[in-house]
């Protein structure tokens, strides 16, 4: 089975901290992605990687960075924490090519104060 | 445990009835899809996904069915668990190979 890893599974952090979020995957797989979910406005799509050292933006960079400097590992960075990035963010990885699903990590919940 | 939304349409079904969750999709030119599964607290779980070429796919306890002429895919459970019970998400691959998620459905599973 996938299996993606997130390293938290809960942070709290105050407005203007640099925050990471860290997720690795043991499927070599290709594709990483970063989303955000909140209540009312479903899965949103922040950033994502076809491969190592690529990054594409997604629906809703703004505030958010990222980096893929390995296969398996692909970080959220928060370049100064705001309360209104406080949410439950979802990393994701699929082989590359079309028609193969997302395998999601279980999720950080970052509360930002 | 987490809400994943507020307001979602909530079908309510007996334990060991089957289950049906409907989803529209908006894309004719999508061409694969998925269903997801996700329970409170855990981040969303593949169930099962179907390509355009095909209008019914099987697997354990779930089938999924395609009508592309009204662009319309659903979810069907047989004999459906308390453990089914979350939010089920159904989603489509555009032409950027991006997936389109929908809002989702809760499922209750009444005992």
Redesign the interface.
Known sequence: DVK?TQSSRYLVKRTGEKVFLECVQDMDHENMFWYR?D??L??R?IY?SYDVKMKEK?DIPEGYSVSREKKERFSLILESASTNQTS?Y?C?SRRGG??S???????T?LTVT | GESVGLHLPTLSVQEGDNSIINCAYSNSASDYFIWYKQESGKGPQFIIDIRSNMDKRQGQRVTVLLNKTVKHLSLQIAATQPGDSAVYFCAEMDSSYKLIFGSGTRLLVRP
Request: charged share 5%; glycine share 22%; hydrophobic share 40%.
């Open positions: 993606v979910q209540p009312g479903g899965l799509l994502f997604g439950m979802l994701a079309n028609n699903p997302l395998h999601f990590g279980n999720g919940r």
